[in-house]
């Protein structure tokens, strides 16, 4: 997906998760200990930063903010 921005480091992702959210994921499943995992839960963030920043951009577009 192209992007005007960069992505963010998978690692700043991963910090930004804290231990009560972690406790939540494992409980879906999803252990961020695992390098699977890291890497779905972070394509999956970047994804929705993606949606954000199209949405945002479509909003300025129409001089909705």
Not at 2 to 28: H, K, M, N, Q, T
Not at 41 to 50: M, Q
Request: avoid cysteine; proline fraction near 6%.
């Amino acid at each position: 997906m192209p992007s005007d921005r960069r992505d963010r480091p998978a690692a700043e992702i991963l910090r930004s998760v804290s231990p009560r959210d972690r406790a939540v994921l494992l409980g879906f499943g999803l252990d961020l200990d695992d390098p699977r995992d890291v890497a779905l839960f972070v394509s999956g963030v970047r994804a929705a930063d993606y949606a954000i920043a199209a949405q945002e951009r479509w909003e300025r577009e129409k001089g909705l903010r």
